[in-house]
């Protein structure tokens, strides 16, 4: 999405004028924004409730460390 937003305003940049206007870019794109206001508020429960599970959960925990061992470049954590 954030890819999606610069990419349409870097366009319109390029081709401004003194009628232009931006209000239709975040139009087409205020669906996705408003998913991501309820992921970003919902995101330090998500964070809480994994490591509960980690700590409930000894087959979980003990998979996402093996994951980890392997050389993953992501936590489970920071792909949430």
């Given at each position: 999405m954030n890819e999606e937003?610069?990419?349409?305003?870097?366009?319109?940049?390029?081709?401004w004028s003194?009628?232009?206007?931006?209000?239709?870019?975040f139009l087409k794109l205020a669906p996705f924004l408003k998913l991501y206001n309820q992921y970003s508020t919902q995101y330090d429960d998500a964070i809480t409730h994994?490591?509960?599970?980690?700590q409930e959960n000894a087959q979980l925990k003990e998979f996402l460390n093996v994951r980890s061992r392997v050389g993953l470049k992501q936590t489970i954590a920071s792909l949430i």
């Open positions: 937003l610069l990419s349409s305003l870097e366009l319109r940049m390029e081709n003194d009628t232009q206007v931006i209000g239709d870019v994994l490591q509960k599970c980690r």
